[in-house]
T-cell receptor, first 117, second 113 residues
């Protein structure tokens, strides 16, 4: 089966500019996650969707970050305006619907490496 | 809140020797534990998980991990390391009803030919 797709793979922007990332999850996976992975750290959950509804966005910096998952499939994550500390890899993951043991396995995309200068 | 500690930054091992990557966790309730591996410029790949049942879990590429409730540990092991096992390894934890994975900072494994 096809894996989680993300684009772009790399992005370089100046601070105060805006940027958007796109994710297409594995077909049939109702749950979608966006993570931020800063160099030398483990991934940190930013937001979790169940179909097109938000389940958990408690760690999303809402003054500058936004995400949507229209139609419950693809998702976009936006940063506006970007700061230097947003430089990181942004990972998208998906899993089966919550509930049941298989739902806890998350499958990750290749990530988008963002550099803010 | 759940958390994971991976105490070593880097693990060096000679090819053919046993490999161990350490992980301890903290969680309210029964833990669900995972190991992921990350190669350069790639996303995280699932290796194995412990949800319930046998404390020794076998996963992909010859890796296994042992759940130890009394020591709150979930160390990753491989009997004979390969050069191709050189990568970044992450331990993660959550619990029943919560899909938020808490990741450790990762361990860089270097297998020396």
């Amino acid at each position: 089966e096809a894996g989680v797709a993300q684009s772009p793979r790399y992005k370089i922007i100046e601070k105060r500019q805006s940027v958007a990332f796109w994710c297409n999850p594995i077909s049939g996976h109702a749950t979608l996650y966006w993570y931020q992975q800063i160099l030398g750290q483990g991934p940190k959950l930013l937001i979790q969707f169940q179909n097109n509804g938000v389940v958990d966005d408690s760690q999303l910096p809402k003054d500058r970050f936004s995400a949507e998952r229209l139609k419950g499939v693809d998702s976009t994550l936006k940063i506006q305006p970007a700061k230097l500390e947003d430089s990181a890899v942004y990972l998208c993951a998906s899993s089966l619907a919550t509930g049941g043991r298989a739902s806890y396995e998350q499958y990750f995309g290749p990530g988008t490496r963002l550099t803010v200068t | 809140a759940q958390s994971v500690a991976q105490p070593e930054d880097q693990v060096n091992v000679a090819e053919g020797n046993p490999l161990t990557v350490k992980c301890t966790y903290s969680v309210s309730g029964n833990p669900y534990l995972f190991w992921y591996v990350q190669y350069p410029n790639r996303g995280l790949q699932f290796l194995l998980k412990y949800i319930t049942g046998d404390n020794l879990v076998k996963g992909s590429y010859g890796f296994e991990a042992e759940f130890n409730k009394s020591q709150t540990s979930f160390h990753l092991k491989k009997p004979s390391a390969l050069v191709s096992d050189s990568a970044l390894y992450f331990c993660a934890v959550t619990y029943y009803g919560n899909n938020r994975l808490a990741f450790g900072k990762g361990n860089q494994v270097v297998v020396i030919p």
